[in-house]
């Protein structure tokens, strides 16, 4: 732990205001006079540094639309779902309230980030569930929130040296100019509209891995977009929509329905209990799919079913190695799965297959890497292309026609289907084992294509006696 760690952790224990302080730097960089004339332009029309800088907490009512990541055009392939948070930010100690109602339901967490630590608790649910820490990756999250929010990140890019101005670019006839600086942890580019001033929105890299949902992209592009101005007290001028997009796709949608500034932010509603935070310290600092794998289940020397936050449903012996059914969340992940047949099995994994058609297998980049054959599902192609280096990504296969694939000593039929708002699905089929994986597999709506895929195979004088799915490895059918 370092030092300034174990400084946050006893400020927190103590229910002491932690503040952490920049290290300074040796020399800090001028900013360019043009860049700052810009700035300083958007800063008066936003209501002024005085009014800016006097702000010092924040209070928000928010739908938030969440946004499934994919690559297609097709209207509602982001399979939306809907939160509403009320937020309250304390910029002075860095702390984050963050209540979150999960529609259409009343169920709910309260999520609190304080500095460096965090902690959840649920209400609304059918029972009881204790108090527990946040991950890493809502520190993160937290960090982020605090670079780019509106009121803040143009101050922030200013005090902290290095801006630069870089050629105007236009979109949509609009001009724009850009600025290049840090905002906290983060390099970024400001793209403020020439016509009225405003900052259009903020593009920057951060690296995911922390994050469940967002680890098998690794380092991302970010771009935060901010729009509908409206004038709150006490006359400073914010956005009311901010977007959220990601590797180049829409992420989130957040409409603020209700904004105070200097709201009421008392101590206790961003307290953390000291058990909660000594929990935080020991378990926490680790990205949200590193789990221990002390719960693996192994069925048969065969089967074997990891846990469900690795992101993989599971690994299949087939052939004399193990084939892992998704290739996990992350690129790490995958090698966390390998280690772990190693020493308990003695076999590797031999094989990948990538069959689901949503964002995750992550760990598809590994197998490229290690030169192991990994199958891909023809829908989750574009996925596989932006997670898999170019160098690499000749050592993947996309199965766009149903066919034999040897592994090891024996062989699967992988067969892509297109399933309801699914199409290009891959399938996979062990003749030996008599088994089936179908990713969809549980959900009665896809029932109709997996008993005419069932049909085939025992019209080729295959056998199905298990099922492999969403909800368990091997079932019987």
């Known amino acids: 732990m370092t030092l300034l760690l174990r400084a946050t952790a006893v400020a927190v224990l103590a229910g002491a205001p932690v503040a952490i302080t920049a290290a300074p730097l040796a020399a800090q960089r001028p900013n360019d006079p043009r860049a700052v004339a810009i700035i300083d332009q958007a800063i008066a029309r936003m209501g002024g540094e005085a009014a800016l800088r006097r702000i010092a907490s924040v209070r928000m009512d928010v739908m938030t639309q969440w946004q499934r990541t994919g690559f297609s055009n097709v209207p509602s392939t982001d399979a ?3 939160e509403r948070n009320i937020e309250l930010r304390d910029y002075a100690t860095r702390s984050w309230r963050n209540t979150r109602i999960f529609l259409p339901g009343a169920n709910g967490a309260v999520d609190i980030v304080r500095d460096t630590v965090g902690a959840r608790t649920f209400f609304g649910t059918p029972s009881a569930v204790p108090p527990a820490p946040l991950n890493i990756a809502y520190v993160d999250e937290r960090r982020e929130l605090w670079a780019f929010a509106p009121e803040r990140t143009l ?4 005090d902290a040296g290095g801006l630069r101005l870089l050629a105007d670019t236009t979109m949509e006839g609009v001009a724009y100019a850009r600025l290049a600086g840090r905002a906290e942890h983060f390099d970024a580019t400001w793209f403020i509209r020439r016509t009225d001033h405003l900052p259009a929105f903020a593009r920057f890299r951060f690296d995911e891995t922390n994050d469940f949902g967002l680890a098998g992209w690794g380092p991302m592009e970010v771009e935060i977009w901010w729009a509908g101005w409206t004038r709150y007290a006490p006359g400073v001028l914010l956005p009311k929509q901010r977007d959220t997009r990601r590797v180049g796709r829409p992420y989130k949608r957040m409409t603020i329905m209700a904004l105070t500034v200097n ?4 101590a206790d509603s961003f307290a953390i209990a000291d058990s909660i935070v000594t929990r935080y310290l020991a378990t926490e600092q680790r990205p949200m799919w590193a789990l221990p794998l002390d719960g693996t289940a192994i069925t048969d020397s065969t089967f074997i079913t990891f846990p469900p936050f690795l992101g993989n449903a ?3 012996k087939v052939g004399g190695g193990y084939v892992l059914l998704e290739t996990a969340q992350a690129d790490s992940a995958a090698g966390l799965i390998d280690a772990f047949l ?4 003695g076999q590797r994994a031999h ?7 949503l964002q995750g297998n992550g760990g598809v980049a590994w197998f490229a890497r290690q030169a192991r054959p990994v199958f891909v599902a023809p829908g989750a192609q574009p996925f596989v292309q932006r997670m898999v280096p170019a160098a690499h990504r000749a050592r993947t296969t996309t199965i766009t026609r149903a066919q034999w694939v040897r592994v090891g000593s ?14 290009g699905t891959l399938t996979v089929y062990s003749p030996t084992l008599r088994w089936l994986y179908v990713p969809l597999g549980g959900a009665p709506a896809f029932q109709p294509e997996i008993d005419a895929l069932i049909a085939r195979i025992e019209k080729r004088g295959g056998t199905v006696e298990w099922l492999g799915g969403a909800r368990a490895l ?4």
């Open 314 to 316: 599971g690994a299949v």
């Open 351 to 357: 094989a990948g297959v990538v069959a689901r058609v």
């Open 474 to 477: 091997k079932t019987k059918r």
């Open 342 to 345: 190693r020493a308990r099995t």
């Open 155 to 158: 101050l922030v890019a200013r």
């Open 80 to 82: 939306p779902s809907y």
């Open 410 to 423: 024996d062989s699967l039929w992988l067969e892509p289907v297109d399933f309801p708002d699914y199409p």
């Open 263 to 266: 709201a009421p932010a008392p």
